[in-house]
């Protein structure tokens, strides 16, 4: 095998984390090959991200990571040191509003983490909420439904019981470009990206890690192979024997994200924030051509669609039309278009909606996956906690017992990694959602 097909470690999956992790290993001056079935850098389940960010998780180190984000999108171009071609992404640090209801238990959890965190957040009577976004009705329609239901759109007695904005939040304007932008910073320290490229086999070696090989059959040696295929990632685990050794396992969701236009007169895409609003079921964010992108917030009444990411409907469904007709509940003005636009893309769930950053029982295989549709904004962060868990593991360090610690510099606090270990206890306190 010629010299220029060793690594130092190879990585499965160009997106967001894969590219960020690529970044934080060539800055320790490993040689890094990242491989992706795909044509382009960002071009799988990142693509169709809304690249929110925010502060508030279930758990004070979820958050604690999240709210460490925010400050390395803000100074993006400083920490990828890097110039690229294509621009840079720019992160619209707009806040983010979220309704209080019965569900997020009015957001004391939440704003008690940002308490211990620093964070900063202002509670919002519902004039303020909409003096923010004078579009919307401050109506409550809780529970969240399903459109057949004869009370869909019926609303409650009450009004809507406040809000808070949460100030370190906003969103990046495009996923891909941010993935690209990792890729050059990468390529500077050295690492290298081959596209077309799709992972068949992980080759093994006296009970170690040895390398891959492609569908071409091409083989690729390294000692170290990181798993961050994203919605692909169970296959992987199955192709490496690691996945009946974890305790938290990954599975591939389904998911629409709506575009619509905002009702005219309103500038939803300059003046706008992020709005959460668990009392319909879903979340808002401006979007290019002053258009409302709309997700879903996994409300209890809707079926989840789990699928093989190989075979899947990539059409808008009923979920589009329901997304938009809750959107509606919210923003009476709303236009409903006849032509579904929008996203269809996949999570990579697992059982508790947390990440697992992590090694495996196979030395030498590590993974990143299960970033169930909430680390985009962590990309950065999550990079170098899996190199710093690679390179304390590959000196010895035995991390399953003793999880490393991972300093965040901006906030300067400690997190434990503990979290984010495949062999966790799930985490009770979970929305089970994509709240994380
Ligand atoms: C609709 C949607 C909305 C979201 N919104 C937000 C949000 O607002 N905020 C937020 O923080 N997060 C959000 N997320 C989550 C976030 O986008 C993801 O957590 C993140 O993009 C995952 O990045 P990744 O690099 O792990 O995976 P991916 O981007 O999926 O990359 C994995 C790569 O692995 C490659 N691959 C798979 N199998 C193989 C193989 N055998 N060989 C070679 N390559 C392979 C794929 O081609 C793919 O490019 C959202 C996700 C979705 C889908």
Redesign the pocket.
């Known amino acids: 095998m010629s010299e220029s097909n060793r690594y130092d470690a190879v990585i499965?999956?160009?997106?967001?984390?894969?590219?960020?992790t690529s970044l934080a290993l060539s800055r320790k001056n490993w040689r890094v090959l990242t491989?992706?079935?795909?044509p382009a850098?960002?071009?799988?389940?990142?693509?169709?991200?809304?690249?929110?960010?925010?502060p508030y998780y279930s758990t004070v180190d979820a958050s604690a990571i999240?709210y460490e984000?925010h400050f390395y999108w803000r100074d993006w171009q400083e920490f990828l040191d890097a110039d690229d071609e294509r621009g840079f992404v720019t992160y619209n640090n707009c806040g983010a509003m979220v309704s209080k209801t019965p569900h997020n238990n009015e957001l004391r959890d939440a704003c008690a983490i940002m308490d211990e965190l620093g964070a900063t957040y202002e509670h919002l009577t519902i004039e303020q909420m909409r003096e923010r976004l004078p579009m919307l009705s401050t109506k409550s329609f809780y529970p969240a439904k399903t459109i057949d239901d004869p009370d869909f759109g019926v609303a409650n007695e009450a009004q809507l019981l406040g809000g808070v904005l949460f100030h370190q939040a906003g969103?990046v304007s495009d996923?891909q470009l941010a993935?690209h932008n990792l890729q050059r910073a990468a390529e500077k320290n050295g690492a290298r990206f081959r596209f077309n490229?799709?992972?068949?086999e992980i080759m093994q070696s006296g009970g170690k890690v040895a390398g891959i090989r492609?569908?071409d059959g091409e083989t690729i040696s390294s000692p170290v192979v990181i798993n961050?295929?994203?919605?692909?990632?169970s296959?992987?685990n199955q192709?490496a024997g690691v996945e009946g050794t974890m305790k938290v396992k990954t599975r591939a969701l389904r998911?629409?994200?709506a575009h619509v236009a905002a009702p005219p007169g309103y500038d939803y895409e300059n003046q706008g924030c992020i709005f959460s609003d668990s009392d319909i079921g879903g979340?808002m964010?401006p979007e290019r051509g002053n258009h409302i992108l709309l997700?879903s917030e996994d409300p209890p009444c809707d079926d989840r669609e789990w699928v093989d990411?190989d075979n899947f409907d990539h059409n808008f469904s009923n979920m589009w039309q329901t997304l938009v007709m809750r959107a509606a509940q919210r923003v009476p003005e709303l236009g409903i278009p006849s032509t579904a636009s929008g996203?269809v893309?996949?999570?990579?769930v697992t059982d508790d909606w947390a990440?697992i950053y992590d090694k495996s029982d196979l030395p030498g295989f590590y993974m990143?996956?299960g970033?169930?549709?909430?680390?985009?904004?962590?990309?950065p962060v999550a990079g170098q906690i899996m190199a710093n868990i690679v390179e304390s593991v590959e000196n010895g360090h035995d991390h399953d017992t003793q999880p490393i610690d991972f300093h965040l510099r901006y906030i300067d606090r400690i997190v434990s990694t503990a979290f984010c270990s495949r062999l966790r206890e799930i985490n009770r306190n979970s929305s089970f959602s994509?709240l994380g």
Do not use: M, W
Not at 15 to 20: L, N, R, S
Not at 228 to 233: D, N, R, V
């Open positions: 499965i999956g160009a997106g967001i984390i894969g590219a960020a491989v992706d079935r795909l850098a960002g071009y799988g389940s990142t693509s169709g991200s809304c690249a929110i960010i925010r999240a984000g969103f996923p993935t490229t799709a992972v068949a492609t569908t961050i295929a994203g919605p692909h990632s296959k992987l192709l998911h629409e994200v979340y964010r997700g990411p996203v893309e996949l999570y990579d990440p990143a996956v970033t169930s549709g909430n680390q985009f904004k962590n990309a994509v």
